[in-house]
């Protein structure tokens, strides 16, 4: 598990060409929201594709990934047809929403 942040806090490593910073120059944007109150436990792939979005944009980033998938991949479309992915449109409700309950 990694510590995320709620609301993002996007650390600035390179400039505006990609090219890395040195150690002195890389600074957080939104560093205000670097405190314990603003983490939750996250699992890496997680942590990692939230990026800085803040929770409810991911969440409806993730909430559509079906939608856009259908619409991009004709092989998702199959394999739905087929009954190999099975669509939930369940509404998006993260673990720690769930107050710690394994539903």
Same mark, same amino acid.
């Given at each position: 598990m990694q510590a995320d942040h709620i609301k993002p806090v996007t650390r600035l490593t390179t400039d505006p060409w990609g090219k890395p910073l040195p150690a002195?120059?890389?600074r957080f944007i939104n560093p205000e929201n670097n405190v314990v109150d603003n983490m939750?436990? *996250?699992c *890496?792939?997680?942590?990692n594709s939230k990026g800085g979005?803040?929770?409810e944009e991911w969440r409806a980033l993730i909430q559509r990934a079906n939608e856009v998938l259908a619409r991009e991949k004709p092989i998702f479309r199959a394999a739905v047809r087929l009954g190999t992915i099975k669509v939930d449109t369940n509404p998006i409700v993260f673990y720690f929403e769930k107050g710690g309950s394994n539903d």
């Amino acid at each position: 598990m990694q510590a995320d942040h709620i609301k993002p806090v996007t650390r600035l490593t390179t400039d505006p060409w990609g090219k890395p910073l040195p150690a002195a120059d890389r600074r957080f944007i939104n560093p205000e929201n670097n405190v314990v109150d603003n983490m939750m436990p *996250a699992c *890496a792939q997680c942590n990692n594709s939230k990026g800085g979005y803040n929770l409810e944009e991911w969440r409806a980033l993730i909430q559509r990934a079906n939608e856009v998938l259908a619409r991009e991949k004709p092989i998702f479309r199959a394999a739905v047809r087929l009954g190999t992915i099975k669509v939930d449109t369940n509404p998006i409700v993260f673990y720690f929403e769930k107050g710690g309950s394994n539903d």
